[in-house]
């Protein structure tokens, strides 16, 4: 019995249709509704990708896979959801009046869960009938591959609304992370956007190309943060001394640079134009979809081998997904 | 033939004894100077965890390990090394006492290496007699698991060091990275500094735990890191469009994160207790022996597991690394 049977996902681009991966892969019968012409052509190219991913990934039988339906209109695609995930352009006005639409036709009780990786969910709310079920869910790209997603109330969301979503994205293999205050980007959007500011710097000063970037990040900490996050990693470089001595003589040392990186770099279309025509030369012998099967692969052989201490002894990340589901699936 | 057959570590802590380990590793003998009453102790426990790392990483038959020779004195241990690593704390006063130790002592043909994270080659040069064949070479914890070196020249420094670095590096299994302009904290610190001050921001202003913030990077973008950087993870991310694609439609959205983002959180007493307190809480049930270990396996897993479409076909990144090190042993 999974915690849910019907979804709705309104917005098919590459996260609305990794939400559509992830969720049929859980044998999740899903409605669509995406004004685009392309839109079914789109979302076909992911659920492909996930496929593939899948028959990898899981060496079991797998569930049997949900159906996707495309809608004429949002309407129609929440009519009989009991989850409905928001996954169109990030522009506030946008979302409330998809709400609108939402509202006019679900069930009362469907959660209505946005993707959004930056608005405030009591912004997206603001103009809610039934504001105590909107949340965000914000999850990562590859949608059906990586676990994390970030739960985020607004002001007006219940904490019944909380607890049901972190049962339901359990019941989807996912590692739900509850940001207890809102914040503008959540938490992982602001290390990244952080990297982003960085290496757009590194780039513009001409220190690195985005392939030395790329390198620096693959080659050294990546692979550090694949399987440990930044404390802990901290935590293990100060050695048996501990955490604070690592922070006081770490912490003075790192004072100096901190300073000079603050500064913003200004958008133009002269950095644009270096960045795009650097990732071209890095990249462009290869298609998107090339790149996609090669990170897939990738994030399979990580999810097959990486075993946490916190997940079960023995446990690989990909079996400590499938417990998650199982667990949330078995009947209470 | 390898590359260099003695090499002298100055330092031996975590960094110093990382150094130890790969070259140890690779045939290489190695004698350490470290003041530290306990240094023999502390480095044996580095290298029982790279033996038991490299046991598992090579499926094949392993180099003839090196020697490792403690020292009384930086001279004794620099007298007949082709490669001298200084790993002393990061004071540039005490590095350049220590390079004036060594060139009283060392060939003048030696090179010089400074695992420094910060600060510029330049500076740590300007004080000595032969500053060409100084070089900063960056490595990352753990050094003997981590291949991303990278390699920064000062104003003195000669291109012919760098060419010889590059080679010993590659000698060694790493994947150099030649920063072309200095600055401080050269990239990869620069990414990380960054990603540490937005983690203070967040437990500081209670968003978040350490372990919040751990798990947002493990299951999410740090699995993505392990094997695609910054640039083309974005790249995969735009789709089709493109890169400048990507980049019109979120350099925008990025704007108002940023500048809040950018202050630079208070030093205090308390935020040191905060953080560590935390840190205790999530990880303190394990020794930093365990935690390791823990690491270790898991980044034996990645390395067997990554495959690059950069490095020849269906190779794997341990593979590629040992690829590296056979071509630059090769007799040319």
Redesign the interface.
């Known amino acids: 019995m999974t915690a849910i049977k019907q979804a709705a996902i309104i917005g098919g681009g ?1 996260i609305g249709a990794g939400w559509i991966s992830r969720l049929i892969e859980n044998g999740i019968d899903v409605s669509v509704y995406d004004p685009a012409a392309d839109a079914a052509e789109k979302v076909e190219a992911v659920l492909g990708n996930s496929r593939y991913a899948y028959s990898k990934l899981i060496s079991g039988p797998r569930c049997i896979e949900g159906s996707v339906q495309f809608c004429d209109s949002v309407s129609a695609a929440v009519a009989s959801a009991e989850l409905i995930v928001e996954s169109v352009p ?1 522009r506030l006005d946008i979302k409330q009046t998809v709400y609108a639409e939402i509202e006019a036709s679900a069930a009362t009780n469907a959660l209505i869960a946005s993707s959004t990786s ?1 608005i405030m969910p009591s912004d997206l709310q603001a103009k809610m009938k039934h504001p105590e079920r909107l949340l965000v869910a914000h999850p ?2 590859p949608v059906y ?4 997603v ?1 739960l985020v109330g607004g002001k007006r969301t219940s904490m019944a609304t909380i607890e049901r979503a972190r049962k339901i994205y359990h019941s989807l293999g996912m ?1 739900p ?1 509850h ?3 809102e ?3 959540f ?13 757009l ?2 780039v513009k ?4 190309t ?31 001394a ?3 001595h690592f ?2 003589q770490f ?14 770099p200004e ?1 133009t279309e002269e950095l ?2 270096l ?2 025509g ?3 030369e ?2 462009g012998h ?3 979809r ?3 099967r ?2 897939d ?3 399979i ?9 916190d997940w079960g002894a023995g446990k690989t990340l990909a079996q400590y997904e499938h417990q998650l589901l199982q667990a949330a699936n078995d009947p209470a």
């Open positions: 590459v990030e930056g990562f790209n591959l990586l676990p994390l970030e590692h992370l940001v207890k205050k914040i503008e980007a938490i992982a959007d602001r290390l990244l956007e952080a990297v982003w500011r960085e290496s710097w590194l000063d001409g220190i690195a985005t392939q030395d970037v790329d390198d620096a990040v693959r080659f050294g900490f990546g692979l550090r943060y694949a399987q440990m996050g930044v404390f802990d990693t901290y935590r293990v470089a100060g050695g048996e501990g955490m604070r922070m006081a912490g003075p040392c790192l004072k100096w640079p901190w300073t000079k990186l603050t500064d913003v958008f644009v134009d960045i795009a650097q990732s071209d890095q990249s290869m298609s998107i090339e790149m996609e090669i990170r692969d990738n994030l052989a990580i999810l097959h081998g990486l075993k946490g201490n």
